[in-house]
């Protein structure tokens, strides 16, 4: 715990995150994703989520709007795996904020320019409306389920 736990997220799991991010080899990056995805699947620990969002805060959104789009398909993919990414002690507004912007960049996913990237984002959105339709508007469902089915 502390200077330790801080070292090994800062300089071990956040480089994994970025890593994965920017890796260009989709066997690697399967790899980095099999080793996230153990802590994704722990959010329901204490701090765990709080981790993730401080971790992938300075990587994943920018990373979702970059023009490279091998950057792009790799932070929609570990996107979808750790949504929601939020920081459940932060006040309610600001989770229904962060929870909205999500929605937003699911919107901008199905849409974007790369073929692969909207494929992982209409692969995601389905997933996420799966497991967490509880959490999301039902304007938002709407809205995406109109987009899939309509517009698309």
């Known amino acids: 715990s502390g200077v330790y736990q801080q070292r090994i997220e800062n300089n071990c799991v956040q480089d994994l995150m970025f890593f994965a991010v920017h890796v260009s080899d989709p066997q690697l990056l399967t790899s980095l994703r099999f080793i996230l995805a153990y802590f994704h699947k722990q959010k329901t620990q204490k701090n765990v989520d709080e981790m993730i969002f401080r971790l992938y805060e300075p990587i994943l959104w920018r990373s ?11 932070a929609a993919t570990l996107f979808v795996d750790a949504f929601p990414v939020h920081d459940p002690s ?10 909205q912007m999500q929605f937003n960049l699911l ?6 320019d ?4 909207r494929c992982i984002g209409i692969k995601g959105t389905f997933r996420i409306l799966s497991v967490y339709w ?3 508007p039902l304007v ?4 995406l389920l109109t987009k899939l089915t309509s517009e698309l």
């Open 90 to 99: 932060k006040p309610k507004p600001d989770i229904e904020d962060s929870l």
């Open 107 to 112: 919107n901008d996913l199905i849409v974007d």
């Open 140 to 143: 938002v469902i709407k809205e």
């Open 114 to 117: 790369c073929i692969k990237v």
């Open 64 to 74: 979702l709007k970059t023009a490279n789009p091998i950057v792009r398909s790799n």
């Open 134 to 136: 509880e959490l999301v």
